[in-house]
């Protein structure tokens, strides 16, 4: 049967308002502590079965300094902006040939996705393999500094 009204209006004013004798929901007691209370002690069958992991050390922190970061382009960026980068004059003509140095553009790291429609010498700290592949085939030069 669907009720009209919630069961609460009906038990208003009654003394434990359905929940038994009075003393049964007295405070944090009742339920042996508040939040994580007694995980190691008496609610530690709880803690085994619903968070194992609670206690202990997992896994390890790497230490910062061995974490490199990089900070990469894509061959398709540099193409599309060499003619912004040489009006910039970030990019310079040299014998011909464009030279650009990522490193001015905050970058430390090229990479392959696109490709380039003009001979450019890129100078950065380092290449991905098919970045390299893609310069050469273009004419140009992948130079490590």
Same mark, same amino acid.
């Given at each position: 049967?669907?009720?009209?009204?919630?069961?609460?209006?009906?038990?208003?004013?009654?003394?434990?308002?359905?929940?038994?004798?009075?003393?049964?929901?007295?405070?944090?007691? =009742?339920?042996?502590?508040?939040?994580?209370?007694?995980?190691?002690? =008496? =609610?530690?069958?709880?803690?085994?079965?619903?968070?194992?992991? =609670?206690?202990?050390?997992?896994?390890?922190?790497?230490?910062?300094?061995?974490?490199?970061?990089?900070?990469?382009?894509?061959?398709?960026?540099?193409?599309?902006?060499?003619?912004?980068?040489?009006?910039?004059?970030?990019?310079?003509?040299?014998?011909?040939?464009?030279?650009?140095?990522?490193?001015?553009?905050?970058?430390?790291?090229?990479?392959?996705?696109?490709?380039?429609?003009?001979?450019?010498?890129?100078?950065?700290?380092?290449?991905?393999?098919?970045?390299?592949?893609?310069?050469?085939?273009?004419?140009?030069?992948?130079?490590?500094?």
């Amino acid at each position: 049967m669907i009720r009209k009204t919630k069961k609460i209006r009906k038990q208003r004013g009654s003394r434990s308002v359905g929940g038994g004798c009075t003393k049964k929901r007295r405070g944090a007691g =009742h339920r042996g502590g508040r939040g994580q209370a007694g995980g190691n002690k =008496h =609610h530690w069958t709880w803690m085994v079965i619903n968070d194992p992991k =609670h206690f202990g050390k997992y896994g390890f922190k790497r230490p910062q300094k061995t974490i490199q970061q990089f900070k990469p382009i894509n061959l398709s960026v540099i193409d599309n902006n060499i003619e912004k980068l040489l009006a910039d004059e970030i990019a310079v003509k040299e014998d011909g040939q464009i030279v650009l140095d990522v490193t001015q553009l905050g970058y430390n790291k090229v990479l392959g996705k696109g490709s380039l429609s003009t001979a450019i010498t890129i100078k950065a700290p380092k290449f991905s393999q098919s970045a390299i592949s893609k310069i050469e085939d273009a004419g140009g030069i992948a130079e490590i500094i």
